[in-house]
């Protein structure tokens, strides 16, 4: 699902992607390139939801970089977090 592009991040794919979700998953229609098969360990029921919990979690972050974190809660971190710098510090 999150993935470093070793393999796609599939919050990110495509509209079209997104409509060939059940080729790619049960039929192979990329396992030329890598994208296993999963037929065997999963029925279209599954398969849907999988991309339904897909598109969730795409929706989530889609949200999270429209509203990111509000000032009061950066200057809370900041706060924190160069705190904890301080101690480690003194500590090493
Ligand atoms: C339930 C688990 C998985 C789901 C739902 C899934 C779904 C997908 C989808 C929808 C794509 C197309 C993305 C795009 O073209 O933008 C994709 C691509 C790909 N997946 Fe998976 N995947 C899963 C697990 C895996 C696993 C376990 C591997 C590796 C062993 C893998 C390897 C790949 C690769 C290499 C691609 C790129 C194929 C290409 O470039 O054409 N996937 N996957």
Redesign the pocket.
Known sequence: MVSNDA??D?RF??LA?HAS?ID??RRGA?AT????C?NKV?DVQNAEA??DY?LDEANKEMERRQNPDSDWWKDIKVKVYSGIGKLLHKVM
Do not use: A, E, K, S
């Open positions: 393999v796609p599939l794919i495509h992607v979700f790619i998953v990329l390139n890598g994208m296993p999963f999963m999988v991309h897909i």
